[in-house]
Nanobody, 120 residues
Framework: QVQLVESGGGLVQAGGSLRLSCAAS????????MGWYRQAPGKQRELVAT???????NYADHAKGRFTISRDNTKNTVYLQMNSLKAEDTAVYYC??????WGYGVKDYWGRGTQVTVAS
């Protein structure tokens, strides 16, 4: 079984920064794409950024220039550094990872989310 646990969310003033982490644990053989998504109240979940095992990154337009995704393959952890935060960044942030696990093959796993609130 595989679990993803996010941390690092909280309340921050507009213009501030937060760093989110998502650690994967369990019978993991390999993690390919790791990503962050977010869902604001009343809105659909949307992409924030993804990173491949080799370090290739992709960002949604709203994240470009402000957010940085990174990963530590030795720790099975993905990070999201968020700078210049705006009120519209307020959402629950979820990590999603494509993981090959013992006995389960490859599938996508989601974390339970961490709340980010930006006060204007």
């Amino acid at each position: 079984q595989v679990q993803l646990v996010e941390s690092g969310g909280g309340l921050v003033q507009a213009g501030g920064s937060l760093r989110l982490s998502c650690a994967a644990s369990g019978s993991i053989l390999r993690i390919d794409v790791m990503g962050w998504y977010r869902q604001a109240p009343g809105k659909q979940r949307e992409l924030v950024a993804t990173i491949t095992r080799g370090g290739y990154t992709n960002y949604a337009d709203h994240a470009k220039g402000r957010f940085t995704i990174s990963r530590d393959n030795t720790k099975n952890t993905v990070y999201l550094q968020m700078n210049s935060l705006k009120a519209e960044d307020t959402a629950v942030y979820y990590c999603k990872e494509s993981i090959t696990a013992w006995g389960y093959g490859v599938k996508d796993y989601w974390g339970r989310g961490t709340q980010v609130t930006v006060a204007s």
